[in-house]
């Protein structure tokens, strides 16, 4: 019996030793995918359930601590181009908003789980909703060889996201009908990759008018119609962005409206503006009114507030 019991003794520490092994490849501790398989093929196959492994802690993103009230950056984007302009960031300041974003421990989410509250985010992360109007070319331009084109804002970011799994092409496109995107032949194509990488289309009206000097009829017109063509895109329209950021002079309008016998409500309105928002559990968080920081440099641009966040004067959201 003891000699038996000494063998059994044996074999569950065999096992164990073997499943520990295991667990150490299946965290990645140890060599390549291949070594891993190789491993598991040699398994027994009476082999037990391993315990379930210890938990890692999670890495935290930053060290700053949990802020649940803290502000949210909106970043809103027209066009990409070689040289910094009015209304276009050019290629290398994107490519530096992506880096100092990153590296300051933001990490994207969308404006619909931003402003529904429902954002994933690792520890000591900070939201960032990166948005972009007008559905230009320059946001995502596909290559006669199916490529995306790395000067884009798609290109650079989906570049960027390459290296960084956890800064997805995750962003909100604030979209007319013009494609999106301004090639109808590649729409179908880039609204695939969008959804594959957790991107949102969104709302900004069909004929992108100054609603405050139109009419009721012309504003209710605008908005359901808008809301039918993110519909047809696949997206349910959550959010609508203001054409210049104009609030139509009937507000109510923004509160929800029948039209042609159907309710025509977007949870959230987003405007222009020029400072981060509240956080959505923040009690002056308004979904019919968020505005955004402009991706440009100078005083209010997305640098001017980064620096803030850097000087302890701005204090975002933190994931606890
Ligand atoms: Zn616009």
């Given at each position: 019996?003891?000699?038996?019991?000494?063998?059994?003794?044996?074999?569950?520490?065999?096992?164990?030793?073997?499943?520990?092994?295991?667990?150490?490849?299946?965290?990645?501790?140890?060599?390549?995918?291949?070594?891993?398989?190789?491993?598991?093929?040699?398994?027994?196959?009476?082999?037990?359930?391993?315990?379930?492994?210890?938990?890692?802690?999670?890495?935290?993103?930053?060290?700053?601590?949990g802020n649940l009230q803290g502000s949210v950056m909106v970043v809103m984007y027209h066009q990409l181009g070689p040289t910094e302009k009015y209304m276009v960031r050019s290629y290398d300041n994107f490519r530096k908003d992506l880096n100092r974003l990153y590296e300051m421990g933001y990490r994207p989410v969308t404006m619909a789980e931003y402003a529904?509250?429902?954002?994933?985010?690792?520890?000591?992360?900070s939201p960032v909703v990166l948005t972009f109007d007008?559905?230009?070319?320059?946001?995502?331009?596909?290559?006669?060889?199916?490529?995306?084109?790395?000067?884009?804002?798609?290109?650079?970011?989906?570049?960027?996201a390459q290296k960084h799994p956890d800064f997805p092409v995750k962003g909100t496109f604030y979209v007319l009908p013009n494609g999106p995107f301004e090639q109808k032949n590649s729409a179908a194509r880039k609204l695939e990759l969008l959804r594959s990488w957790g991107s949102e289309i969104a709302s900004h009206t069909i004929k992108h008018y100054d609603l405050r000097k139109k009419s009721d009829e012309v504003v209710k017109k605008e908005l359901a119609e808008s809301a039918e063509f993110v519909r047809s895109l696949g997206w349910e329209p959550?959010?609508?962005?203001?054409?210049?950021?104009?609030?139509?002079?009937?507000?109510?309008?923004?509160?929800?409206?029948?039209?042609?016998?159907?309710?025509?409500?977007?949870?959230?309105?987003?405007?222009?503006?020029?400072?981060?928002?509240?956080?959505?559990?923040?009690?002056?968080?308004?979904?019919?009114?968020?505005?955004?920081?402009?991706?440009?440099?100078?005083?209010?641009?997305?640098?001017?507030?980064?620096?803030?966040?850097?000087?302890?004067?701005?204090?975002?959201?933190?994931?606890?």
């Open positions: 019996m003891e000699k038996r019991g000494f063998w059994v003794a044996g074999i569950v520490v065999g096992l164990l030793g073997g499943a520990l092994g295991v667990l150490a490849l299946s965290q990645g501790f140890l060599g390549s995918r291949q070594a891993s398989q190789e491993v598991a093929t040699i398994q027994p196959a009476s082999m037990p359930e391993p315990e379930v492994a210890p938990a890692l802690p999670p890495k935290r993103i930053t060290e700053r601590p529904q509250n429902k954002m994933s985010l690792a520890p000591g992360a007008d559905s230009w070319i320059s946001q995502f331009r596909m290559l006669p060889d199916g490529t995306i084109d790395r000067k884009s804002f798609v290109g650079i970011w989906e570049e960027f959550v959010s609508l962005a203001l054409p210049y950021g104009s609030i139509p002079r009937n507000t109510k309008l923004l509160e929800g409206f029948e039209w042609n016998g159907k309710r025509v409500k977007y949870q959230n309105v987003v405007l222009a503006g020029s400072a981060p928002n509240f956080s959505p559990n923040h009690r002056r968080f308004n979904p019919l009114r968020i505005w955004r920081v402009q991706a440009y440099p100078g005083v209010m641009g997305i640098d001017y507030w980064l620096d803030k966040v850097e000087a302890g004067e701005s204090k975002p959201y933190v994931q606890p």
